[in-house]
């Protein structure tokens, strides 16, 4: 491979809106003080949690809901989508949560909490959720301006967690992501432009994946993460990919590995927490080796850290960083979302 991904000219070029200055900078957002705003509200019970937001959005209640599995005590679902569920009523707290205030989907789920009166809470950086919120007396967390929601998923978790405890669902954990800010620096430096590729992992699997449509596999507690790198994938290099999650994979897509289409231009992605299930870990394993001679060789990725919350937001950050590098290397600009935009004027 040529020195594409080391030439400073060349990632000016590509990068114009600098994604990867952006990247270099997320890991300031785990010591972002998330303030709630019309913090008073009633002491109704809470029996259920709803969090309403799509893509990137969505991203930190899933992050969320996996970390926080033993920490929350009633049930907590995600929706993506216009319509909140029919149980939705005064003790489910929904948190409306969208980066730009705007997207049609949780406005519409918005207007549902309301009419329905449920405790609620909004996560927005400006539009049309902040308006609502304003003009209802409703609490809200703001977001900064001017990211693509896919890098501001930091951000978004901690605006989420401090409207969790502000409805008491849990404590005390927006300290515990402040605390991983100086390390995640530290370990994202080594993946930055200036690091040449033969140091730098990150040039080095955009390298290797450049020109193919990846998969991306994560387990029961890496599956957002895998879904992280998805995202990054379709957005910052314009590229098609996949992902799903161990142990569902081997009840069905495993079998479509082994046969059509005899061609298989994929690259695939093993995303692996030390603080996996021993079953789930020996099913990727196992899988990969069943597999050998159908499909590529995985490629694991181990995610560093030494807690669940460090890994996930680690492997989020990777996730942006070998998607840039991608995006270099397939020549388009890794910001803008032009068809996404296009799509939402054209509805």
């Known amino acids: 491979m040529n020195n594409t991904l080391d030439n400073e000219k060349i990632l000016t070029q590509r990068d114009p809106a600098g994604a990867l200055k952006i990247a270099s900078e997320q890991y300031k957002q785990a010591s972002f003080d998330a303030v709630v705003l019309n913090k008073e509200h009633d002491d109704r019970e809470i029996t259920a949690v709803v969090v309403t937001g799509m893509g990137g959005s969505a991203l930190a209640a899933l992050l ?5 599995r033993n920490d929350i005590k009633v049930p907590f679902e995600i929706i993506r989508g216009y319509d909140l569920p029919s149980y939705v009523g ?38 049309k959720l902040l308006v609502t919120a304003t003009n209802n007396d409703i609490s809200y967390a703001t977001l900064p301006v001017g990211l693509q929601p896919r890098m501001a998923v930091i951000y978004n978790l ?3 967690l401090a409207l969790l405890e502000n409805f008491s669902i849990v404590a005390g954990k927006q300290e515990e992501i402040a605390a991983l800010s100086d390390w995640l620096g530290q370990e994202s430096a080594a993946w930055g432009a200036d690091v040449p590729t033969e140091k730098n992992w990150a ?16 387990g029961a507690l890496t599956a957002p993460v895998a879904y992280k790198w998805k995202i990054s994938w379709n957005e910052n290099a314009k590229n098609l990919s996949f992902w799903n999650e161990y142990s569902e994979f081997n009840h069905n897509e495993f079998m479509g590995w082994t046969s059509h289409p005899v061609e298989k231009p994929f690259v695939v992605f093993d995303i692996i927490s030390s603080f996996e299930h021993p079953q789930i870990l020996k099913r990727f394993e196992i899988s990969d080796r069943l597999l050998s001679g159908k499909r590529p060789k995985a490629t694991t990725i181990n995610l560093a850290g030494d807690s669940l919350i460090a890994q996930m937001l680690w492997g989020s950050i990777f996730a942006d960083y070998v998607s840039i590098y991608v995006a270099v290397l397939n020549g388009v600009d890794p910001t803008p979302v032009d068809l996404i935009e296009k799509l939402k004027k054209e509805l």
């Open 64 to 68: 969320a809901k996996v970390w926080l």
């Open 90 to 127: 005064r003790n489910t707290l929904v948190i409306a949560s969208s980066y730009s205030g705007n997207t049609e989907e949780t406005v519409s789920a918005l207007d549902q909490a309301i009419e329905r009166d449920a405790q609620i809470g909004v996560i927005a950086s400006s539009g």
């Open 158 to 160: 901690r605006a989420l």
């Open 203 to 218: 040039k080095q699997l955009a390298e290797q994946a450049v020109g193919k449509s990846p998969v991306f596999y994560g």
